[in-house]
């Protein structure tokens, strides 16, 4: 039984880390993509969320050429540092990162719209800086949403499967997530594992999914 | 008291709008007549430092915020003026304490709900909202969220109040009093102050300069009467009550 829990731990660590760069990354895109304008926003918007509708081994390949030990990214990073990101739990991580930015990403960015300008444009005139008026406007007015999105990116990045297995593999007590999990105990037959998996993702997404819920209606109650 | 010479062209999808604006006058209590859509807001903002005119300039009590001859375009929070939006703007996330409070700090947190400081403390009493003080925004009427608006804008210190149509959002009866309160107050106050309004009635009230601007054309266009031009909207001398050209 133990295994099971290793896993679950392994998929929490990578979900959590995911949705930490995520706060950064897709709040910081969603922003800079709500308020200003430059050529070739559309098409920037566009590539940011093809990691939602890619197939995630796509997305795996796409990140073992670039990652990968003779990719460009990959190869610079193991010749200075020595780092090495395939088959480990830090290219789990990458790849749960990606996968779920654009839920990040697109909250973030319809959250930052719905902020009023004349209420950015008020700060402004009461003498206080642009740092402060996100940070004191724009950000408390949005975080409802962001919260939602990064909600959503948790149970995205728990239940992540391709794009991992193709980038970490399934390195018992390394990188095999739980979802991974799921699928080496069916295909090794080993049913109360794989049910112990299964009702653990389930009732987790479930706690989410109603946690988002929760969230969304409240902004129309005030 | 104010100077204006600014060009500034829009572009939109739908139209091209042109603004051009001058104006100069000593009077302390100054009213933009016009239109709706032919760019008293455009005006008010440009003196706030919310919008940048393609050229000219701008010189509020004596201070030069804008010339674009000689490269200077104060930032919105280095000009010191206090701003009435048409609709408030009071921030929904903040209490009437804290929406009063916003300006007075500089750090990158809003001032706590439980934070006491003596400046908002006096507003709130001025103003007869202290009652108000922990409620959000959407509690209160449209008369109590001017006030805050007021208070918020004042409470800073201004050199100057612009006011974006401060009336327009309030019934009749209401409008009459905010009238009043917003009379006494600029005379007590004796603060220098730009009023924008679709209102003739404010001008009688508060016009002891009088700016209209007028619609021209296809493409909206204004222009400091001065008796010149056969395209002069208006301008009016310092104890000028009513524009003389409408």
Redesign the interface.
């Known amino acids: 039984m133990e295994p099971a829990w290793v896993a679950l731990g392994l998929s929490l660590k990578v979900a959590g880390w995911a949705c930490l760069l995520n706060l950064i990354l897709g709040v910081g895109t969603g922003f800079a993509l709500a308020r200003f304008r430059f050529p070739g926003r559309d098409l920037l918007d566009a590539m940011l969320t093809l990691p939602m509708v890619l197939p995630p081994t796509v997305l795996g390949y796409y990140l073992l050429v670039l990652i990968g030990r003779r990719g460009p990214i990959g190869a610079w990073l193991y010749e200075h540092f020595g780092i090495h990101l395939v088959f480990t739990l830090t290219g789990a991580i990458i790849a749960a990162t990606i996968v779920s930015f654009p839920l990040v990403f697109k909250s973030a960015r319809a959250a930052f719209e719905t902020v009023?300008p004349?209420?950015e444009?008020?700060?402004?005139?009461?003498?206080?800086?642009e740092?402060?008026v996100f940070?004191?406007?724009s950000l408390?007015?949005a975080w409802r949403g962001i919260l939602a999105g990064l909600l959503l990116a948790f149970a995205r990045a728990l239940g992540e499967f391709g794009a991992t297995l193709m980038v970490a593999g399934s390195i018992q007590g390394q990188t095999q997530t739980l979802s991974i999990a799921v699928y080496e105990a069916v295909q090794a037959g080993q049913d109360r594992t794989a049910n112990l998996l299964v009702a653990i993702v389930s009732i987790t997404c479930v706690v989410v999914l109603v946690t988002v819920g929760r969230l969304s209606p409240a902004r129309t109650a005030? | 008291m104010l100077e204006l010479d600014i060009r500034k062209s829009l572009r939109t999808r739908e139209r091209h709008f042109e603004l051009e604006l001058q104006f100069s006058t000593s009077a302390r209590r100054i009213v933009v007549f016009g239109p709706s859509g032919a760019g008293k807001s455009l005006t008010l903002?440009a003196i706030?430092?919310?919008l940048r005119p393609d050229r000219g300039h701008i010189v509020l009590c004596e201070r030069r915020l804008f010339d674009s001859g000689a490269g200077i375009d104060a930032?919105?929070?280095e000009?010191?003026?206090?701003?009435l939006?048409q609709?408030y703007?009071l921030?929904?996330?903040l209490t009437v304490r804290q929406n009063i409070g916003?300006?007075l700090t500089?750090?990158?947190?809003?001032p706590r709900r439980s934070r006491r400081d003596p400046r908002v403390e006096r507003w709130l009493a001025a103003l007869g909202i202290a009652e108000l003080a922990d409620n959000?925004p959407?509690q209160l009427s449209g008369g109590q969220r001017q006030r805050t608006a007021l208070a918020?804008?004042l409470v800073?210190e201004p050199r100057a109040l612009l006011l974006d149509e401060p009336f327009a959002a309030l019934d009749p009866m209401l409008r009459e009093r905010m009238r009043d309160e917003l009379d006494a107050l600029q005379r007590r106050l004796d603060i220098p102050m730009v009023l924008v309004t679709h209102d003739p009635a404010d001008i009688e009230r508060f016009g002891d300069a009088t700016l209209e601007i007028t619609v021209r054309q296809s493409a909206p266009r204004v222009h400091h009467a001065g008796g010149t031009g056969s395209h002069a909207a208006i301008a009016a001398g310092e104890g000028a009550g009513l524009a003389e050209q409408r």
């Open positions: 009023e004349q209420l444009k008020a700060a402004r005139v009461l003498g206080v800086s740092t402060a940070f004191r406007v408390p007015m005030h | 903002q706030a430092g919310l930032s919105p929070r000009r010191e003026v206090g701003y939006f609709d703007a921030f929904p996330h916003f300006g500089r750090s990158l947190l809003n959000y959407w918020r804008a800073r």
